[in-house]
């Protein structure tokens, strides 16, 4: 298997690099594209250095260079996961504005009829980013916001991390048992403190 992993300029550099992490663990061959602005982003959000980050793939694309072997529709992939997708980027691959690496692999990944997943980035939302959501919908994109799930009742950020990264992947028919899946209702709030439990 071969997954393209985009990072963009949006905070929640965290989940793509959980991504990388993860997909490594499984043998799953990643071809890594991160954007300049989240070059700037993960060391300021995260423990990790870019360089790190990097090392997490199995190979890294300059986003600047169009004559990647993932810009062609030729070269297989079994898709592509833009995790954190920013605004910018959502709009450059709803309107097929292919200007870097990133958003013509996603731009081949959809002229292909290949899984493409935009986990967008933007709270809160108004009329125009809703529609780019709809208009990447339209040709053939998923977008997976990183909403927190609740029912697996975590305990820190890293099993809220874990169940968004899971569900991308559960996308691409990879179980990679990242968090509790729903198994009918769990105790949710106690009534004599109000904590959850």
């Not at 709009?91 to 081949?108: E, F, K, M, P, Q």
């Not at 002229?111 to 040709?139: C, F, S, W, Y």
């Not at 994109?141 to 899971?166: E, K, M, R, W």
Request: proline fraction near 5%.
């Amino acid at each position: 298997m071969q997954i393209i992993v985009g990072i963009s300029g949006a905070t929640g550099s965290i989940y793509g690099i959980r991504l990388l992490e993860v997909l490594k663990q499984m043998k799953v061959e990643t071809h890594l594209i991160i954007s300049s602005a989240a070059k700037q982003i993960i060391p300021g959000e995260t423990r990790y250095t870019v360089a790190q980050v990097e090392e997490m793939a199995s190979f890294v694309h300059d986003n600047d260079n169009l004559a990647a072997p993932i810009s062609s529709g030729s070269f297989k992939t079994d898709g592509m996961i833009v995790a954190p997708c920013s605004i910018k980027s959502l709009s450059g691959i709803a309107h097929s504005y292919n200007d870097n690496l990133l958003t013509r692999a996603a731009d081949v990944t959809l002229k292909e009829r290949r899984r493409l997943v935009l986990t967008v980035r933007e709270t809160p939302l108004h009329q125009g980013h809703l529609d780019l959501m709809l208009k990447a919908t339209n040709i053939g994109a998923i977008i997976y916001p990183p909403v927190p799930a609740f029912y697996s009742n975590p305990v820190s950020i890293n099993d809220l991390v874990n169940h968004t990264v899971g569900k991308l992947l559960d996308l691409f028919s990879i179980d990679a048992k990242l968090f509790r899946r729903w198994g009918g209702t769990p105790p949710y709030v106690s009534q004599e403190s109000n904590d959850f439990v």
